[in-house]
């Protein structure tokens, strides 16, 4: 379920096909983030998971759709 609702926010916000995501979808070769869309991510992520904003070594280590699933399921589980 947490990989459904980031697939459908990582398509808004990187204007992509949510089809497209995979577990594997890296945010700076495959979406071309930069670090003004990480912070634009970390905040849709806030308001949609109701997470705190991620600290830069958090966001450091998040590099792939995957990453970010696993780190929201240890906050929101």
């Given at each position: 379920?947490?990989?459904e609702k980031?697939?459908?926010l990582v398509a808004e916000q990187f204007n992509?096909?949510?089809d497209g995501i995979t577990m594997d979808?890296?945010?700076?070769?495959?979406l071309n983030a930069d670090?003004?869309?990480?912070?634009d991510l970390s905040m849709a992520?806030?308001?949609?998971?109701?997470?705190?904003?991620?600290?830069?070594?958090q966001a450091s280590s998040i590099t792939t759709v995957?990453?970010?699933v696993r780190f929201l399921q240890s906050k929101v589980d």
């Open positions: 379920m947490i990989f980031l697939a459908a992509v096909d949510a979808t890296s945010f700076t070769d495959d670090s003004v869309d990480i912070v992520l806030e308001e949609e998971f109701g997470i705190d904003e991620l600290d830069e070594e995957g990453d970010l």
